[in-house]
């Protein structure tokens, strides 16, 4: 990946595959994150995620959700420590494969991504589950017998309550009530769209990191499906870094899309394109 319209071709080609590889999008999402994620790095941790395979198929003793769970714990949680804390959520490596690879801490999604690509190695049923605040994996058949993970805990199994009070803790409502929606298997799609959604966020809140919510912004805009407002906090974004030009023109060309819609909505965004250009003066 020599620069990056290279890097961005692959991941809109990984994409937009029949069969999107979940970790090969998360290494090019994180080459985006700075220098040493190559096309010898990507293949590194690929190979790392192998290694860890060909040690929890040693350590499995059956075949059921059971044994997968308690042999990708012993090995991923216990024996490599892959786990997390409160002050990973601080760091944008927590959101990175490559560097929760190497550090054996990361976001609960992240972890649950490591646990997610260790078992497709080993065609076990291992699926991300994205529950509200807090991303967990499921084992098994999710319509029938599995058993529900916490990776950021090192691998502990959960109940039903225990989800409960995990997403109760998560986003800070007390009682929280889980439909069995929520308990689906994730698409590595969307998998992908909630890591996005994570860096913008984690950017969002540090303006001196605009640079970072911008390449999340431009990479979530390449999956084949994604909300239509990003295009508007783009064009917001360019404003706020100073590229008024070109902020205002991604604001009228956003305003032109959702005025058949709301023609009200189109008019505001255009008074703020206007707004963009007198700042040019």
Do not use: K
């Not at 065609?123 to 999710?142: C, R, S, T």
Request: charged share 20%; hydrophobic share 45%.
């Amino acid at each position: 990946m020599d620069n990056i319209l290279d890097r961005r071709r692959r991941f809109a080609e990984a994409a937009r595959g029949d069969r999107p590889d979940l970790a090969l999008l998360c290494l090019l999402l994180g080459a985006e994150a700075g220098p040493g994620v190559d096309d010898a790095a990507i293949a590194g941790a690929l190979s790392e995620l192998d290694r860890l395979a060909d040690e929890v198929a040693c350590h499995r003793t059956g075949y059921g959700p059971g044994a997968w769970a308690g042999a990708l714990a012993e090995v991923l949680g216990g024996r490599h420590g892959f786990r997390g804390l409160p002050s990973d959520y601080q760091r944008l490596e927590s959101s990175l494969l490559h560097h929760v690879l190497r550090r054996r801490r990361g976001l609960p999604i992240l972890l649950s991504v490591v646990w997610i690509e260790v078992g497709r190695r080993l065609d076990a049923p291992v699926y991300g589950v994205g529950l509200p605040g807090h991303f967990v994996v499921g084992i098994g058949d999710p319509d029938g017998g599995h058993v529900l993970v916490d990776p950021f805990s090192g691998g502990r199994q959960l109940t039903a309550e225990d989800a409960e009070l995990l997403v109760a803790g998560a986003i800070g409502t007390p009682g929280a009530t889980l439909s069995a929606a929520m308990f689906a298997p994730t698409e590595p799609l969307d998998i992908v769209a909630r890591v996005l959604n994570n860096i913008r966020a984690w950017a969002a809140a540090r303006p001196e990191h605009s640079g970072v919510q911008l390449w999340a912004i431009d990479l979530a805009l390449l999956l084949p499906h994604h909300p239509a407002g990003l295009r508007l906090e783009r064009a917001q974004l360019l404003v706020q870094r100073g590229e008024f030009a070109i902020g205002a023109t991604e604001m009228e060309a956003y305003a032109e899309l959702v005025a058949a819609m709301d023609p009200a909505v189109a008019e505001t965004i255009r008074l703020r394109a206007r707004s963009a250009r007198a700042l040019l003066n």
